[in-house]
């Protein structure tokens, strides 16, 4: 080397440093308190941010918020992903184990330091409708471990065919149209039912101690789940959609949601009222109104009779007659459908000159823009 150089060599060690770009995972793994691993570590509630169970701790005894981003703590949980995560980190990556690992001491300290009692992870949840002391503010606490000796493993449900039931006045649920005019709230099962009659077989009904029950999709009140035994006493009312197989409860008992007009019956008595053929051609509504042109023309009423728009091309398909039991929204789907092919199969004979004059679109009922007037006409 000329004498002027100066040459500087570079150990293996040095040259590996050099080229280390920062580990993601690793980065993510950090507890931000103790810039370490993360480890026993527990999630806030409802902002998610983790930390280790000791550094946590000390934290909060200082305060009440989160570290990380200053939300208010309502809950400390276990994340046991995390937890597996940083071992599966270690295993993978053995050189870790002796920069990041902490030794036997340092985890004994932790675990010392870590004042998270269990009480503290286990959440408490609110049983309604309890018929203990009259009392429907009972709280029941649940532990993070499933055990099969414990029975309470969800709030007990009462509906108004459970024995002992009393009709007492708890708040309405939103949107159920259960207030009274002057305020209140009505008992359970005294609302307006939207059914004309009941079954016998479920007037006389009586739930089985602690027996299963589904909620009503419509109003979200419980009713005993006979789903099972319709298959085999066909005088047991429907309780779900055929299609969607969402629970309702309009024919089993009358749905009491002040706007339902019938959130499940047979396909021919759906009430879909007058405003069922806005749009109902794919949200086309210059070819809608063609197609309410074309039903006055012929006399046809557009109600839930249009049953008659050729009704063997839906059951070709769709499986659907009209005594299928659907709820509203897969009945309007279903009779959307039906429109679809009746307008299809109109001759064009039938048909206005304004409406054969036009173009045909390239995209058919595929069309992204046919709910354009401009591109509809």
């Known amino acids: 080397a000329a004498p002027n150089e100066c040459i500087i060599k ?10 280390v770009k920062p580990d993601k995972m690793e980065e993510t793994l950090t507890c931000i308190i103790c810039q370490e691993l993360l480890h026993d570590c527990v999630s806030l509630q ?47 990556h053995p050189g870790k184990l002796y920069n990041k690992c902490r030794n036997e001491d340092d985890v004994r300290s932790m675990d010392a330091r870590n004042k998270i009692t269990q009480d503290m992870l286990q959440p408490k949840v609110r049983r309604s ?9 009972d709280l029941l606490e649940l532990s993070d471990v499933d055990s ?62 602690q027996g ?30 055929t299609v969607c197989l969402q629970p309702f409860c309009h024919l089993y008992w009358g749905c009491t949601r002040m706007a339902c ?3 499940l019956a047979p396909f021919c008595e759906i009430n879909l009222g007058d405003k069922c053929l806005d749009g109902v051609l794919n949200n086309n509504h210059y070819e809608s109104d063609i197609l309410k042109v074309c039903l006055k023309i012929i006399c046809l009423m557009h109600n839930h009779k249009c049953i008659k728009f050729k009704m063997y091309s839906l059951m070709k398909y769709y499986r659907i007659t009209g005594n299928t039991v659907l709820c509203y929204c ?11 092919q009746y307008r299809q199969n109109i001759p064009v004979a039938e048909l206005p000159v304004t409406v054969t004059s036009r173009p045909d679109c390239y995209w ?9 007037a401009h591109h509809a006409m």
């Open 46 to 92: 409802p902002c998610m941010h983790t930390f280790c169970a000791a550094c946590y701790s000390g934290w909060m005894e200082r305060s009440s918020l989160c570290p990380t981003c200053r939300c208010p703590v309502e809950r400390i949980c276990k994340n046991h992903i995390l937890n597996n995560l940083v071992e599966a980190y270690l295993i993978q």
């Open 129 to 137: 409708f309890s018929d203990e002391e009259g009392s429907s503010e």
């Open 148 to 209: 099969e000796s414990s029975d309470i493993s969800q709030p007990y449900i009462v509906c108004r065919q459970c024995p002992g039931y009393r009709r007492h006045s708890v708040p309405a649920l939103p949107g159920t149209g259960q207030e009274t005019e002057a305020g209140g709230t009505q008992a359970l099962g005294d609302a307006p039912s939207t059914s004309a009659n009941f079954p016998a077989a479920v007037q006389e009904y009586v739930c089985p101690a």
């Open 364 to 372: 058919g009922r595929n069309c992204r823009t046919q709910v354009k």
């Open 10 to 19: 570079i150990g293996p060690e040095d040259a590996k440093t050099s080229n």
């Open 212 to 241: 299963s029950h589904v909620i009503c999709t419509c109003c979200f009140q419980p009713m005993p789940d006979r789903r099972a035994e319709r298959e085999q006493n066909p005088h047991v009312a429907p309780q779900q959609c």
């Open 330 to 340: 897969c009945g309007l789907r279903s009779f959307r459908e039906l429109a679809y």
């Open 261 to 263: 007009f019938g959130c």
